[in-house]
């Protein structure tokens, strides 16, 4: 009995030691990009993964640094086209998996065919495009398009993750797109370690091929990101240090930053950098939505401003009519002439004006104008229910819009019912920036406004959730797609801004920003304004845009 | 005996199928598509969110017409898949569920086996005190009466929020992660004395006034009267009628349990408890057919069981029943 006893005692305090406590100077605690309890390390499914599978275990050939408009090699050595329907790709030579293995062109050339065999994942598309990918070498490929998609391909090359085909050769379907993948095998410099309910723990992988290729040593031991539901535990955790790195949207940050001395991208109002644009898109097959003028009008209507300094607290900017965000990559192609010509701004004179020239007339005298025909009219705007900064947003928006005599109601249905009028396209109008984010390519925001194929679609996730039809916009697209030519790309560019201006399917209104707050408490040297060496962001996706870079700089303090 | 549980039985496996049909119809009614959670904000290429949106519509089987997918149900249940969760998509929804429900059980079994012993107990100790019974009739019903995720709403506010003495959300710290240490488990059973309280003190309420009331009645009975006029002391015929007092309280144990879990499930949102309450509203939030469908089958599963257990203990302890089914009475 003693003996049991003595076992007994010795085993519970081996457990008690194993529940270990990470050195708070060596672990970055990270809030902002997970939202559910962790339970998905697939990089074939990564919209649904832990933030970082993509960015930290697996890695894409390039990264793009929206700062700068760079495509900078990561796994490649670099990449050209050597022909017009040609891609060279090289390879850096001495990577290697988690596992010890080398990481060589066959798994590159295994990541991209492996979607040939199995049409579901999700870039197997490609191979509508993509004719074949020759090996001129060990480290070198060539990708051979039969229909070239240059803005596309760009944005693939920092998406696709490139996964190690000694693992995945063996998965079936089903196993490839329904795994969990708990053990995930990467190339990165992390690996999984642990998680649980609330957060996922991310180790330093010391034999990463970048160490030495790249001369960087990511700081932080461990990587902790933490699952926070409400942003008031996010606040208290910051001021506490028990966050280090936060990607929430946070109110009252200009309060925050004068209190506690929060870091943030730049010192004075916005503080943020933006990210995506907001917007609100207007369902064209509904009277009197479906009239270009009488949206034009609403876009008058708009006090954007109110919005910033009311939902916001000036830590987000009124955006440029054409909703182009102003990162050097987009601003680039910037038509201003076309701005200047077909633009609006906020003036409620103008909208009253407007929809009197339509004969939107209030004659009951009721307040709100009836059509043309004196039927009496009201639409709705919603938004999800608890996103209080978009609650207030819209509330202002139907404000302004009743006061030029436009009957709109804010309605705040739970998401699965906004998502269900948002991709369904059964609303009225709608408030979103899902598909008009940062990305390599102007393409992509003009896709979130006019994606063609949204018109025939019951649901469609990819933009265009107004269900706007032109013949034009798809041809302008399809040509914008292929351009690589900067001149090219600025004609489309300023075809496709005509025609938004004009038609305004989507008003776009202000910049959402990329939230940014870091607690210095324990890391410093944070990316700034006035330190711009990386993008800042921890979201998913957000890694390859230079996320990952945050870890490689910034210091124990 | 055996006519006994077969007609039980059959009542069951009715009870079951009905439950479990009302189960896969109610969240098809709700607005919207479980799809849309799984590509929502994917903001990627418009052709990859179309393959993937057909993908998952047919990998999910929500392309075929209803009454396929119901016949498709009942096929997966009865070889024990309950699919795979899309909120914590790929999970399976029984492993799922596998993972919370030790955190329900944590407080729902010692919330009620204690509530029943203690309440039965309180009930019988203070029926005929006239002075106890003044004092303890209005705390009983006041418990008793209150909605149970009211009863935890108030707890919070009141031993969180106003006196700052237990934590009011989650099943452990921030700070810690599970590992069986002194620590752990201490901070561990810390946030569970509030979900656990609010449970164990409104079930009490109902268990001891049902118990005062009954040995109220079983005083009064013949057989007390007799035991009295032969001089058999108090505590003997109070055991007495204990014993026949408890009887209805099993039934109403078996009636309550519905309730009793229902109970729990609110109280587990109240406080963010990780339990199956808990899970199964992220479900609803999310649209999450099959992981509502899951949780709500093993609740019917579970109430179902636990009554069936209840019919045949209420055969142990009541020989009037038992021989009431072998005609030997």
């Known amino acids: 009995m003693k003996k049991f006893l003595v076992a007994f005692v010795v085993l519970f305090f081996v457990a008690a030691l194993m529940g270990q406590v990470f050195e708070r100077s060596k672990t970055l605690y990270v809030g902002g990009g997970l939202w559910s309890p962790p339970s998905n390390w697939n990089p074939f499914t990564p919209w649904n993964a832990v933030t970082g599978t993509i960015g930290l275990v ?40 988690q596992d010890g293995k080398p990481l060589t062109i066959d798994d590159v050339v295994f990541t991209f065919e492996i979607a040939k065999k199995y049409t579901s994942i999700s870039y197997s598309p490609i191979w509508n495009w993509l004719e074949k990918i020759e090996k001129v070498d060990d480290n070198t490929l060539n990708f051979v398009f039969s229909d070239p998609r240059y803005q596309e391909w760009g944005q693939q090359l920092i998406s696709i993750a490139i996964v190690p085909k000694h693992i995945w050769e063996k998965k079936t379907e089903d196993e490839v797109l329904q795994g969990a993948n708990e053990k995930p095998v990467g190339s990165g410099p992390y690996y999984v370690e642990s998680w649980t309910d609330d957060r996922n723990v991310y180790r330093k992988n010391p034999d990463w091929w970048g160490i030495k290729a790249l001369g960087l040593d990511p700081k932080p031991e461990r990587v902790v990101i933490l699952r926070v539901l409400s942003n008031n535990v996010a606040v208290g955790m910051l001021m506490k240090g028990e966050l280090d790195w936060s990607n929430f949207f946070l109110p009252g ?37 479906s009239i270009p003028e009488f949206r034009r009008a609403m876009a008058f209507a708009i006090n954007t401003q109110k919005i910033v300094e009311r939902a916001f607290e000036n830590m987000v900017t009124v955006s440029n009519p054409a909703g182009i965000l102003p990162l050097p990559g987009f601003m680039k192609y910037y038509p201003k002439e076309v701005v200047d010509k077909f633009g609006f701004k906020y003036d409620p004179e103008t909208a009253k004006k407007m929809l009197d020239e339509l004969g939107f007339k209030d004659v009951d005298r009721d307040g709100f104008r009836e059509d043309p025909k004196g039927n009496k009219f009201k639409l709705t705007i919603e938004c999800p229910y608890g996103w209080t900064d978009w609650m207030v947003s819209i509330q202002s928006i139907a404000e302004d819009l009743r006061a030029v005599g436009i009957n709109v109601e804010a309605k705040f249905p739970d998401y699965s019912k906004y998502a269900d009028d948002l991709y369904g396209g059964k609303f009225d109008i709608i408030l979103n920036n899902f598909q008009t984010g940062v990305s390599s390519t102007i393409w ?92 800042p962001i921890a979201w998913g996706g957000h890694w390859q845009l230079g996320g990952v870079k945050v870890l490689f700089n910034i210091k124990a303090k | 005996m055996r006519k006994y ?319 009431s089914y072998t005609g030997e009475v």
């Open chain 1, 58 to 97: 697996y890695e894409t050939l390039f990264l793009y640094d929206p700062l700068n408009d760079k495509f900078e090699p990561w796994l490649a050595e670099s990449g050209s086209w050597i022909k017009p329907n040609v891609f060279q790709l090289k390879l850096r030579k001495g990577l290697r998996w």
């Open chain 1, 253 to 289: 940050v200009p309060v925050l930053k004068k209190g506690y001395g929060l870091h943030t991208w730049y010192e004075n109002p916005p503080y943020m950098l933006p990210a995506n644009t907001a917007g609100i898109y207007i369902n064209v097959n509904k009277y009197p939505l």
């Open chain 1, 444 to 535: 992509s925001y003009f896709n979130g406004v006019f994606y063609p194929d949204a018109v025939e679609a019951e649901y469609a996730y990819a933009g265009n959730f107004g269900r706007y039809n032109n013949a034009e916009v798809r041809a302008l697209m399809d040509e914008l797609n292929r351009s690589r030519d900067d001149a090219k790309i600025r004609q489309a560019v300023a075809k496709l801004t005509e025609i938004l201006l004009k038609d305004l399917p989507f008003i776009p209104l202000w910049y959402n920003g990329a939230w940014f707050q870091a607690s210095e408490q324990v890391w410093t040297n944070w990316p700034s304004e006035k330190n711009p060496y990386t993008w």
């Open chain 2, 5 to 323: 549980l077969t007609k039980k039985a059959i009542i069951y496996l009715i009870t079951f199928f009905f439950a479990v049909t009302i189960d896969w119809v109610i969240p098809r009614f709700m607005p919207g598509n479980p799809i849309h959670f799984l590509i929502s904000r994917f903001a990627t290429l418009p052709e990859s969110v179309k393959v993937i949106q057909s993908y998952f519509t047919q990998a999910f089987g929500l392309d075929k017409p209803l009454h396929e997918q119901y016949l498709n149900f009942w096929r997966a249940l009865l070889k024990g898949d309950f699919g795979i969760s899309i909120y914590l998509y790929p999970q399976p929804v029984a492993k799922v569920i596998a993972r919370s429900l030790p955190y329900t059980l944590i407080v729902l079994l010692p919330a009620a086996l204690l509530s029943f012993a203690v309440g039965n107990r309180l009930g019988a100790f203070v029926a005929r005190k006239r002075k106890l019974d003044n004092f303890a009739l209005p705390i009983f019903y006041t418990l008793t009466a209150a909605p149970y995720f009211w009863f935890g709403i108030l707890l919070a506010w009141l031993l969180g929020v106003v006196f700052r003495l237990f934590p009011i959300a989650g099943a452990y710290s921030f700070a810690m992660t599970p590992s069986f240490s002194w620590r752990f488990v201490v901070n561990f059973l810390y946030h569970w004395v509030l979900p656990f309280s609010s449970l164990f003190l409104v079930m009490l309420g109902g268990w001891a006034i049902g118990m005062r009331n009954m040995i109220i009645y079983e005083l009064e009975a013949n057989y007390s009267r007799y035991l009295e006029s032969l001089g058999a002391s108090q505590s003997l015929i109070r055991r007495y009628a204990y014993r026949n007092a408890i009887l209805p309280q099993v039934t109403g144990l078996a009636i309550q349990l519905g309730t009793v879990v229902a109970g729990s499930l609110t109280t587990e949102i109240v406080f963010s408890y990780p339990g199956i309450g808990y899970i199964l509203m992220q479900g609803i939030l999310n649209q999450d057919y099959f992981l509502i469908q899951g949780c709500f089958l093993f609740i019917i599963l579970g109430v179902l069981i636990a009554n069936f257990l209840i019919d045949i203990f209420y055969v142990i302890i009541d020989p009037r029943i038992r021989k």
